[in-house]
């Protein structure tokens, strides 16, 4: 069950397939962005205010423990929210417009 060449070029020029794709673009690259602002954020801390991080906050652990798993978390939720956004929105819009072209 393929889709024929000009039914692709169709979708391909359908407004609603570039809202789709325009949409994913920018939720997928906000969240990369905010993603690399808080690792580099990390990494020029390590290089320029080393003793910030070595702070001591117990007696055998420094800030930066706390603050790297931070990042790790951070990550995760980071991964949480897409993956959420995914299922409720994208799916349900990749969903309807592949319901419409097969109606046609």
Known sequence: MGIQASRVKDILDSEKFKQLVKKRLK?????TALMLIVYFGF???????KDLLAIKIGEHITLGLPIG?????????????YT????REYD??????RNEILEK
């Open 27 to 31: 939720v997928s690259l906000s969240l």
């Open 69 to 81: 798993i931070g990042i790790i978390v951070f990550a995760w939720l980071l991964t949480g929210i």
């Open 84 to 87: 959420r956004w995914a299922n």
């Open 92 to 97: 349900k819009s990749v969903r309807e417009l």
């Open 43 to 49: 990494i020029l801390t390590i290089a320029f205010y």
